[in-house]
């Protein structure tokens, strides 16, 4: 009888564990948390988010019109099996007449240093810019996902980024992936 209980109890600790890895993270509809980051090292990286000349900016200060989040971190064995597919996301969001100069990709390193997200940069020769977040602030502030996470976010009027994406887990397909994001942020209208 009492392998049976901890049978059950073990079935719906499975069952809620999707619903625990997203219990606190910004809804589709909300606003996402305006951010501070420290600007990029990587020049291009800086121009390519519009954030030249700035030591840190806050997320709703990116350029274009859709900023899509990855939590990641470099100990995560999904994140280290996702980034060539997070990559591939990058390569077709530059690609897209729809989507490029629009959507920007940004990571952050959820637990991770400077160091740390770096080395998972080189590993994974990941081209779009990276962030740390040693101390968990960010990751506090998104509702300690796990990883990997993807947000998507669209500007507002007022500039603030409304969530129209949120999700724990890979990218089956990046033009499916892609399509839906520029569906739900209105992008092919």
Known sequence: MKSIKFVAVAILCLL????LATAG????GEKFPDLVLQAPMNAAHSDE???SGK????????AGQVLIVEIFSMYCPFCQKEAPQVNRLYTAIQARPDTAGKVKLIGIGAGNSPMEVDLFRETYDVAFPLFPDGDLSIHKLVGEVRTPYFFAMKRLPDGAMSVIFSKLGGIADVDKFL????????LGK
């Open 16 to 19: 809620a564990l999707p619903y």
């Open 49 to 51: 988010l519009g954030v």
């Open 25 to 28: 993270a910004p809804a589709v």
């Open 179 to 186: 399509d839906g994001i520029v569906r739900d942020a209105g």
């Open 55 to 62: 030591e840190t900016f806050r997320i709703g200060q990116t």
